[in-house]
C-alpha cells in the first residue's frame, strides 16, 4: 500500500479515536511549590497532620501496686488513659485489704478542653492549607489577578499564627497537669488504704509521654511557620504593592528638587 493510501487511513483511525484526553495535571501550576509561599504551605499541610496526629492517637498507662499487710497478697493497678484526657472518667479497682472486696476510685482531673482545642486547630489547619494549595496550583492566574484572595489569605494566615500560638502554649499547659495527674505517685495518693497502714504501695512504670511531648512541639512549629509564612503572603497583596520602594522614593525625591 502506498503513503498515500495510508495516509487517509490513519488520518480516519484518528477521528474514529475522538480528541486525545490531556493530563489534568499537566495544567497545574507546579512551579508555585519551589516558590516559598507554596512550598512553606507544603510544610504547614504535613506537620499540622504530625501535630494533631501525635495528640489525638496517645494512650498510655500509669501503674501501682498495693501489698496488704495482713494475708500479704499483692494486687498490681493498671489504669489506661489517652486522648481526650478526661482523666476523671478512668476508674481502677483499689483493694480494701482488711476488710472483702474493693472500692472503686478514679483519676483526677479533666485536660480534654485544651487537648481538644489544640486537635480542632490541627484539623483546620490542616483543610485551610489544602484549599490554599489548590488555588495556587489550580488558579493561579486567579490568585495573582484578584485583589482580594491574597488579603484574604493573608488575614486567615494571621490568625492561624495567633490560634496556633493560643492552642500550643494551652496544649503545653494542660500536658504538664496530665503528668502529674497521671503520675504514680499521684495514684498512690489517691488511695486511702496507703496511708492507713493497712497495705504498703508502691509506684509502678512512669507512663511514656513522648508521643504527647511530640505533638507540643509540633505545634510551636506550626507556629514558627505560620508567623514566617505571613510576610510571604503579604508580599502577594496590594497593599505591599502599593508600597513605594526606598530606591523609587530617593529618585522621586531627585526629580522634586530638579
Known amino acids: 500500500m502506498s503513503s498515500a493510501d495510508s495516509t487517509p487511513a490513519a488520518a480516519l483511525e484518528k477521528a474514529e479515536a475522538g480528541p486525545e484526553k490531556k493530563n489534568p495535571l499537566l495544567g497545574l501550576h507546579w512551579r508555585r511549590l519551589e516558590e516559598p509561599l507554596g512550598f512553606i504551605k507544603v510544610l504547614e499541610w504535613l506537620f499540622a ?3 494533631f496526629g501525635s495528640c489525638g492517637s496517645y494512650s498510655g498507662e500509669t501503674a501501682a501496686t498495693v501489698r496488704c499487710n495482713i494475708d500479704k497478697n499483692m494486687t498490681a493497678i493498671s489504669v489506661q488513659f489517652g486522648y481526650p484526657f478526661r482523666l476523671y472518667q478512668q476508674r481502677y479497682e ?3 485489704c482488711e476488710e ?4 472503686i476510685l478514679h483519676l483526677s482531673g479533666d485536660f480534654s478542653s485544651s487537648a481538644e482545642f489544640f486537635v480542632t486547630m490541627g484539623v483546620f489547619a490542616f483543610l485551610y492549607t489544602m484549599a490554599a494549595l489548590g488555588l495556587y496550583l489550580c ?6 489577578k484578584n485583589r482580594n484572595l491574597p488579603i484574604v489569605d493573608f488575614c486567615v494566615t494571621g490568625a492561624f499564627t495567633f490560634l496556633w500560638l493560643v492552642a500550643a502554649s494551652a496544649w503545653g499547659k494542660g500536658l504538664m497537669d496530665v503528668k502529674i495527674a ?3 505517685s499521684s495514684l498512690i495518693a489517691a488511695m486511702p488504704v496507703c496511708h492507713l497502714h493497712k497495705a504498703v504501695c ?3 512504670a512512669i507512663p511514656s509521654l513522648g508521643l504527647a511531648n511530640i505533638s507540643v512541639l509540633f505545634g510551636f512549629l506550626n507556629f514558627l511557620l505560620w508567623a514566617g509564612n505571613c510576610w510571604f503572603v503579604f508580599k502577594e497583596t496590594a497593599w505591599y504593592k502599593q ?4 530606591e523609587t522614593s530617593v529618585e522621586q525625591g531627585e526629580n ?3
Do not use: C, V, W
Open 94 to 96: 483499689m483493694p480494701l
Open 256 to 258: 522634586e528638587r530638579q
Open 49 to 51: 497532620i504530625f501535630a
Open 139 to 144: 488558579f493561579h492566574d486567579l490568585y495573582t
Open 243 to 246: 508600597t513605594p520602594s526606598k
Open 100 to 103: 472483702a472486696g474493693k472500692r
Open 202 to 204: 508502691n509506684a509502678g
Open 182 to 184: 497521671t503520675h504514680p
